[in-house]
């Protein structure tokens, strides 16, 4: 039977985020608060929990899972180099609403699904999401639905849905406008917006100084 934990009261929250981070570490899932809406998650480095999500959510590895992680020094293990244009983006939306795609390092022992030696990466405004990443390390997050239905933007939206697939629901109230993250890909020769959400075009443009803008 899932946990819920209402993090808006210390002791509650605190009792938590020690029930999320050991049900990470033992293979399970939980839901927890981000800043854009709720998201289901698991231990990025083992495989066979990223596969529970990706059962509970009903779809397959073709729809890969991005990674959450709770400080900007984490990219560096995840990731084949650091570009100039990744830094300058992560220093100026970071933590915040940009997700961004980049080349992972090979060495990696992870399957997020059918990602073609790419990692899409964030680090979230929320703290008790940065809270548990900085305690479990990063971890693969989806929006917190089932394929097809809408995102999550509280507790209870998400335990609607996904029910005892999950251990441990963090309760962090409602999330607001339930808009997912803004997704730029610098694994090509130029940046793509693959997404536009609260970040803009026109806000991630000014910061690399070249127009960004979708595929072509």
């Given at each position: 039977?899932?946990?819920?934990?209402?993090?808006?009261?210390?002791?509650?929250?605190?009792?938590?985020?020690?029930?999320?981070?050991?049900?990470?570490?033992?293979?399970?899932?939980?839901?927890?608060?981000?800043?854009?809406?709720?998201?289901?998650?698991?231990?990025?480095?083992d495989s066979a929990a990223v596969r529970a999500l990706l059962r509970a959510k009903r779809r397959g590895p073709d729809m890969p899972v991005g990674?959450?992680?709770?400080?900007?020094?984490?990219?560096?293990?995840?990731?084949?180099?650091?570009?100039?244009?990744?830094?300058?983006?992560?220093?100026?939306?970071?933590?915040?609403?940009?997700?961004?795609?980049?080349?992972?390092?090979?060495?990696?022992?992870?399957?997020?699904?059918?990602?073609?030696?790419?990692?899409?990466?964030?680090?979230?405004?929320?703290?008790?999401?940065?809270?548990?990443?900085?305690?479990?390390?990063?971890?693969?997050?989806?929006?917190?639905?089932?394929?097809?239905?809408?995102?999550?933007?509280t507790a209870r939206e998400a335990s609607d849905q996904l029910g005892d697939s999950v251990a441990v629901y963090l309760d962090g109230g409602p999330?607001?406008?339930?808009?997912?993250?803004?997704?730029?890909?610098?694994?090509?020769?130029?940046?793509?917006?693959?997404?536009?959400?609260?970040?803009?075009?026109?806000?991630?443009?000014?910061?690399?100084?070249?127009?960004?803008?979708?595929?072509?």
């Amino acid at each position: 039977m899932s946990a819920v934990y209402e993090c808006d009261d210390p002791a509650a929250r605190a009792e938590g985020l020690k029930a999320a981070a050991a049900a990470v570490r033992s293979g399970r899932l939980v839901v927890l608060p981000t800043d854009t809406v709720y998201g289901i998650g698991a231990d990025a480095f083992d495989s066979a929990a990223v596969r529970a999500l990706l059962r509970a959510k009903r779809r397959g590895p073709d729809m890969p899972v991005g990674v959450l992680v709770g400080s900007w020094s984490t990219v560096d293990g995840l990731v084949l180099g650091v570009s100039r244009e990744a830094r300058a983006l992560i220093e100026a939306f970071w933590p915040g609403d940009l997700s961004l795609v980049l080349p992972h390092a090979p060495s990696l022992q992870w399957d997020l699904g059918s990602t073609r030696g790419t990692v899409m990466l964030r680090m979230p405004l929320h703290p008790v999401a940065l809270e548990l990443l900085r305690e479990v390390g990063p971890m693969a997050v989806s929006s917190a639905n089932v394929s097809g239905m809408p995102p999550a933007a509280t507790a209870r939206e998400a335990s609607d849905q996904l029910g005892d697939s999950v251990a441990v629901y963090l309760d962090g109230g409602p999330s607001g406008e339930p808009v997912a993250s803004t997704i730029v890909d610098l694994t090509g020769s130029r940046p793509v917006m693959l997404r536009e959400g609260p970040v803009t075009a026109a806000a991630v443009s000014e910061v690399l100084g070249v127009e960004v803008g979708p595929a072509r």
